[in-house]
């Protein structure tokens, strides 16, 4: 007998549950109502782009390029080209119109140029360098932002203060 009593227990919580989840208007009713979900996301409808650079020297000749875009990029690869050496970053995302290269000076020793290229879907930002041997770098993506830091092959090292045992 409580075996009965608990299934129909539990069959009771179970049907008023599912009936406080249902609506109570009428299909008829809901078809005026807005959408409570946006039509485009913030920031999602902005085509991809730079925004501004910065190049950042360090004390030991490292470099920092700080480059600021529009928007969250789909995706960040690189490669590294000599004859001249450059820092090739192709960035992926919907760009607003292709566009011919264009050349703005760094105002630095080391990275001489920034080159920027837009094509459907990809830009291309180029860290023109001022050196016969390729550096060591790393490229970091921040959600808007892209961190490029360049050690030069000729920067002084620091000996070590003490040694490991």
Same mark, same amino acid.
């Given at each position: 007998?409580?075996?009965?009593?608990?299934?129909?227990?539990?069959?009771?919580?179970?049907?008023?549950?599912?009936?406080?989840?249902?609506?109570?208007?009428?299909?008829?009713?809901?078809?005026?109502?807005?959408?409570?979900?946006?039509?485009?996301?913030?920031?999602?409808?902005?085509?991809?782009?730079?925004?501004?650079?910065?190049?950042?020297?360090?004390?030991?000749?490292?470099?920092?390029?700080?480059?600021?875009?529009?928007?969250?990029?789909?995706?960040?690869?690189?490669?590294?080209?000599?004859?001249?050496?450059?820092?090739?970053?192709?960035?992926?995302?919907?760009?607003?119109?292709?566009?011919?290269?264009?050349?703005?000076?760094?105002?630095?020793?080391?990275?001489?140029?920034?080159?920027?290229?837009?094509?459907?879907?990809?830009?291309?930002?180029?860290?023109?360098?001022?050196?016969?041997?390729?550096?060591?770098?790393?490229?970091?993506?921040?959600?808007? %932002?892209?961190?490029?830091?360049?050690?030069?092959?000729?920067?002084?090292?620091?000996? %070590?203060?003490?040694?490991?045992?």
């Amino acid at each position: 007998m409580t075996v009965r009593r608990c299934i129909s227990v539990a069959g009771g919580i179970a049907l008023a549950m599912l009936s406080g989840c249902s609506s109570h208007k009428p299909a008829a009713d809901l078809r005026g109502e807005e959408s409570v979900l946006p039509t485009s996301l913030p920031g999602m409808s902005i085509p991809l782009d730079v925004r501004e650079f910065e190049v950042v020297p360090a004390d030991n000749g490292s470099r920092g390029v700080f480059v600021k875009l529009s928007r969250l990029p789909s995706g960040v690869t690189h490669h590294l080209e000599s004859g001249p050496t450059r820092i090739v970053l192709d960035i992926t995302g919907p760009t607003g119109t292709e566009s011919a290269e264009e050349v703005f000076p760094a105002n630095d020793t080391l990275v001489t140029h920034v080159i920027i290229s837009r094509q459907m879907g990809s830009m291309q930002v180029v860290l023109d360098l001022d050196t016969a041997e390729a550096p060591t770098y790393d490229v970091l993506p921040m959600a808007d %932002w892209i961190l490029v830091r360049i050690k030069p092959a000729d920067a002084p090292r620091k000996p %070590w203060t003490q040694r490991a045992s």
